[in-house]
């Protein structure tokens, strides 16, 4: 196959969800609690076949939440994680969700792209439990519940709106697209 093609980036829903847990596990989650039978949709960001990034919607007890956000440690910040999370907005919208609800190691990324990081006394549908005993929790990681208001009269955030982030599939080494990757 052309070496160009075969390396083309694409953005596009993944059906195989045990490359979703493997490259959760690549990008350090802790998945040990967790199935990939509870996953209702998930996104990815290919280049080739691999798939270097992903989100997804996961039900847990009876309700839908943002989980699996997972970006290969060699092309972060470069809005990756902030579109695939935007796909599952989408995703949750058509679920009829009005809020998209997640457990977050790394508040500051979701507090960038439009959630709310929810006060320590807040109560939601989703909770630190799990985490309290984790040998990382206050250490090296420093986790909180976080939330997005899916409601279309919401003025979306800087270039985190959903609608056109979708990338193009490219077939060379050149950006294309709003997106900066
Ligand atoms: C967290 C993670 C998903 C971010 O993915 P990414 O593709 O690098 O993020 P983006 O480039 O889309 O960044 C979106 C915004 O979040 C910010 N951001 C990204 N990573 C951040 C971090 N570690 N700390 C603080 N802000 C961060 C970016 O600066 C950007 O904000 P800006 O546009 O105002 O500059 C990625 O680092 C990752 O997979 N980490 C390991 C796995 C993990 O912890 N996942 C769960 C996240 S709670």
Redesign the pocket.
């Known amino acids: 196959m052309n070496n160009r093609l075969s390396r083309a980036r694409s953005f596009r829903r993944v059906d195989d969800y045990e490359a979703v847990k493997e490259l959760a596990i690549r ?3 802790d998945v040990v609690d967790k199935s990939v039978e509870d996953i209702v949709a998930a996104f990815g960001y290919y280049i080739g076949e691999s798939l270097m ?1 992903t989100a997804a919607l996961e039900r847990e007890d009876g309700q839908l939440f943002l989980e699996w ?3 290969d440690s060699s092309i ?8 695939l999370v935007a796909m599952v907005e989408d995703e949750a919208r058509t679920h009829g969700m009005k809020e998209l609800w997640a457990k ?3 508040p ?3 507090r ?2 439009g959630f709310r990081i929810l006060e320590k006394d807040e109560i939601g549908p989703k909770t630190l439990e799990g985490c309290v005993d984790c040998p990382e929790f206050g250490t090296s990681c420093n986790p909180a519940i976080v939330v997005r208001d899916l409601g279309d009269d919401i003025p979306v955030p ?1 270039a985190y709106s959903s609608a056109p982030r979708i990338i193009q599939v490219e077939k060379s080494g050149a950006k294309s697209g709003p997106n900066r990757i």
């Open positions: 990008a350090g989650l990034a956000v997972a970006v972060r910040m470069r809005g990756v994680g902030a579109s977050a190691r790394i500051e990324f979701y960038r792209i800087s």
